[in-house]
């Protein structure tokens, strides 16, 4: 299960209706890269392929594939919105190390 925090979803929605995309999902991916391995990747998608796993958190639509889904079981979406920047961010619970700045993270 993957889970939103209520700031993280009023910003998906707002993100969403600044940009036009009605009724689109968000797409949930681990993509290769960064020192430590694992990047996240989102992005807004019309619909789930006929493989992915599917959530509906406080209203927002989730779609994530099960290559992915297996490192991201269990994690928490939030949105930071601090002095040295905003974005979102990911709880985890199976990261056993990020980088040094937090962009990456292995398992």
Request: aromatic share 12%.
């Amino acid at each position: 299960m993957i889970t939103i925090t209520d700031k993280a979803a009023a910003k998906v929605r707002e993100i969403a209706t600044e940009e036009g995309l009605g009724s689109q999902g968000l797409r949930l991916r681990v993509i290769g890269g960064g020192c430590a391995g694992f990047n996240y990747d989102l992005y807004f998608e019309d619909a789930p392929t006929s493989t992915d796993e599917e959530f509906t958190d406080k209203g927002v639509k989730m779609f994530v594939d099960p290559l992915s889904y297996q490192y991201l079981d269990g994690t928490e979406i939030d949105f930071v919105d601090g002095l040295y920047g905003s974005g979102f961010k990911f709880g985890n619970p199976n990261v056993t190390s990020t980088c040094g700045c937090g962009s990456s993270f292995s398992v």
